[in-house]
């Protein structure tokens, strides 16, 4: 007569029959030791006795003089209307946990890039939306699913890139991955399997990024960088057919670019270069790896359009929520060229494993219902407040640093007095501030002039701490 309790989800992993005491003891016994252990939950209601009696195959009364005794000690609670239920009871604390010291969680305030203001995540919008979509869905829509994701979030998608960045592109040819990282990784395995060596990109990026392609095999060759961005025309020399560093054996080089606003020195890519960057693709039969992270956000003038609008036979535009809504949705989406889409979406799998289907749905209902546009709009105005008083603290209280690369996005590079980036970042730490250098983005084989800066990125903090992530930015300034 095992005790399984089943239909209630609770294993009191006691066999009644071995109880040598009697059942009313060897029950009391097991319950009072699940509560003890932690397996019922104060709080936790139990079955009525009639209930756990059918269950164990025992008589009723042999559960309720259990219970009884269980209330009398003070493990359980009995209540006309509310059932029997396991009593609070306060967590003893061992002496080792009380003589600890206590620990600190980490800084006061987070001034590191790539993150947008989380507390602002339009919830009451998106529930909504999630409701419509679920509703609608179809049932096949619950299954596995079409690799590239779902047909409703792809076509969403196709029209709102076109209109808001100027990107062509088909339903048929995007596919929905579970952000950029992922994107990533699919593309270098495929450039991988077509014999590719190696990747070109930016002097200053993420080193996640480099991280990722080494993992697909791939060597990362930086491009020099100067004022009016990267150098695109040095891709010549980086030996497409095989003969060089970013060679792909019969087919052109690749090459991963952040043309609207270089991540993170924040200029947008020169004109002349990035039709340098196109030409060289249409030449050699190269690629372009398009990461557009931010686009939306530009405040100065009007945005400056995708790179693929150029050539969508040889760029592959890489888009996410990230930035716009949360990293925490994992939702990106990569526009490929036609002859590349069935090899990435080979790579991805048979079926859309790793991209949720209700928050591709919602996506999709949030896009089409215009509540995407609108959250964008309000995010845009904030973090261009916050960007202004960034600048307005800055020209009052260190004259002596500038801002630069913040016609778009939500992260600027203060530019410090030669020397002193090390110093200002510890006297950050000391101010409770989360920091980084513009060193710590810099490829490690990149050779380009030695430059002091901060990389703050300002729409981290919520609305309710950004003044004070302000006020000690500007006390550890120079």
Not at 12 to 17: K, R
Not at 166 to 175: K, T, Y
Not at 179 to 197: K, T
Not at 304 to 312: E, I, K, S, T
Request: net charge positive; hydrophobic share 40%; with cysteine.
């Amino acid at each position: 007569m095992a005790g399984s309790w089943a239909t209630f989800g609770v294993d009191l992993h006691v066999d009644l029959s071995r109880t040598g005491s009697g059942l009313r003891r060897g029950l009391t016994d097991a319950l009072r030791e699940a509560v003890r252990g932690g397996r019922l939950a104060p709080g936790t209601r139990l079955p009525s006795s009639r209930s756990l009696a059918a269950d164990l195959g025992i008589a009723r009364n042999t559960v309720a003089d259990a219970y009884a005794d269980l209330v009398a000690e003070g493990w359980l609670t009995a209540r006309q209307g509310s059932g029997t239920r396991v009593a609070e009871r306060p967590v003893p604390v061992p002496a080792s946990a009380a003589r600890r010291p206590r620990r600190s969680w980490g800084p006061a305030y987070d001034l590191v890039p790539g993150t947008p203001d989380l507390a602002s995540f339009p919830r009451a919008e998106w529930l909504r939306a999630s409701r419509r979509a679920l509703t609608a869905a179809p049932n096949e829509a619950l299954g596995y699913g079409d690799p590239r994701g779902r047909v409703e979030l792809r076509t969403a998608l196709a029209g709102y890139l076109a209109r808001a960045r100027g990107v062509r592109a088909d339903p048929e040819h995007i596919l929905v991955c579970s952000g950029f990282a992922h994107g990533l990784m699919l593309l270098g395995a495929v450039l991988r399997q077509r014999g590719a060596r190696a990747l070109a990109v930016e002097s200053y990026g993420l080193d996640v990024h480099w991280g990722l392609i080494e993992r697909a095999g791939l060597g990362s060759v930086p491009l020099p960088f100067d004022e009016l961005g990267t150098r695109t025309a040095e891709l010549s020399e980086l030996g497409a057919n095989g003969g060089g560093p970013g060679g792909t054996g019969g087919a052109g080089g690749a090459v991963l670019l952040t043309p609207a606003h270089q991540f993170p020195m924040g200029v947008p890519l020169h004109p002349d270069r990035r039709a340098a960057a196109v030409d060289w693709a249409r030449r050699t039969g190269g690629l372009i790896l398009e990461d557009d992270y931010d686009g939306e956000f530009r405040y100065d003038r009007q945005p400056v359009g995708a790179l693929q609008g150029l050539d969508p036979d040889h760029v592959v535009y890489f888009g996410t929520a990230s930035k716009s809504l949360a990293p925490g949705l994992r939702l990106g989406w990569l526009v490929l060229p036609p002859g590349l889409a069935s090899e990435v979406t080979a790579a991805k799998g048979g079926a859309d494993w790793s991209c949720g289907v209700l928050d591709q749905l919602t996506l999709a209902e949030f896009i089409t219902s215009g509540a995407y546009d609108r959250h964008v709009r309000a995010s845009r105005l904030r973090y261009r407040r916050r960007r202004d008083q960034l600048v307005a603290a800055l020209a009052a209280r260190a004259p002596s640093v500038t801002a630069t690369g913040i016609a778009a996005g939500f992260h600027a590079v203060l530019r410090l007095p030669p020397g002193t980036e090390r110093s200002v970042v510890r006297a950050a730490a000391w101010h409770g501030l989360a920091v980084h250098g513009l060193t710590s983005y810099r490829h490690p084989t990149a050779t380009p002039p030695p430059l002091d800066a901060l990389v703050v990125g300002y729409g981290t903090p919520s609305d309710s701490s950004w003044p004070g992530a302000l006020e000690a930015l500007c006390g550890a300034l120079p």
